[in-house]
């Protein structure tokens, strides 16, 4: 497994609190309707570090989401191990937090209610899970939306919640699955930044699923690139850019240059396969 910098060297990640993401081996094999086995994954090792940013990238169909779901403890794999801050993963973890790509939002539930409802599946009183619901709010930009209902709230909106509510159960680790993919472009670029300044202020590890290689070099501090035929981790890229990242981050020349490299290596691998 190989290391690749795309430019010059990227700085260290922040030391934070913590402990590691640790995969070992870790294999998974699915079984289709004619009862053929189709091999996604097989002796995958992968470590993240406390506090770091990991995004997922490669061809549809590579893996990426089954790789974030065998993290989150939400489908089983076949071999290896998955740790989690030292505790095996054999089902969803309270340290873990999963922001979806649809949302997934209570569309008979207020913004509040959404929010809270993690913590109204943990026991908290309603006025804490309100008060906590609040502050988040507020984090995400979402003043006076607190009454509001799903439907009455754009696709960023909707997102804002959806991240709000993953974050109200103070989780150690967020996994993330395309949660930007259906915005428009201005939105997404808003979604993004909002996110970089969350996790710049927070202890977080994330785990992060893209297509877009643009969305990746900008929030991560690894970009684990998977493969197909076999399946598995091809490269690992560092992306050489210092933090705070910001959309000014896009505009700098290098940052071009660094997604045509990213393409190529994309298209390499897909003419190898």
Not at 4 to 16: I, N, T, Y
Request: proline share 6%; aromatic share 6%.
């Amino acid at each position: 497994m190989e290391t690749v910098s795309v430019g010059a060297a990227a700085p260290a990640v922040a030391d934070r609190p913590g402990g590691t993401i640790d995969l070992r081996g870790v294999g998974k094999t699915y079984v289709d309707r004619t009862g053929a086995q189709n091999e996604v994954f097989a002796g995958l090792d992968l470590v993240i570090q406390p506090g770091e940013f990991v995004s997922f990238l490669g061809p549809s169909g590579c893996g990426k989401t089954t790789l974030l779901k065998l993290i989150a403890g939400l489908a089983p794999y076949d071999e290896g191990s998955i740790t989690v801050r030292g505790k095996a993963v054999t089902g969803p973890l309270p340290e873990c937090s999963v922001v979806f790509q649809n949302f997934a939002l209570l569309p008979w539930s207020t913004v509040l209610k959404n929010i809270g409802f993690g913590l109204r599946l943990r026991g908290v009183s309603r006025a804490q899970r309100d008060e906590r619901a609040r502050e988040l709010i507020h984090m995400v930009g979402l003043d006076g939306c607190e009454n509001k209902y799903p439907a009455q709230l754009s696709g960023g909106m909707q997102q804002r919640v959806g991240l709000a509510r993953a974050l109200a159960v103070n989780p150690s680790v967020l996994l993330m699955d395309e949660p930007f993919s259906a915005l428009d472009e201005q939105t997404r670029g808003f979604m993004q930044e909002e996110l970089l300044a969350i996790w710049e202020r927070t202890s977080l590890q994330v785990v992060f699923v893209t297509h877009s290689i643009e969305e990746a070099l900008l929030v991560s501090d690894r970009i684990v690139i998977l493969g197909i035929n076999p399946g598995g981790i091809r490269e690992i890229v560092t992306p050489a850019f210092p933090r705070p990242r910001n959309r000014e981050t896009v505009r700098d020349p290098k940052f071009g240059a660094m997604t045509s490299d990213l393409w190529e290596l994309l298209r390499s691998m897909k003419a190898d396969d």
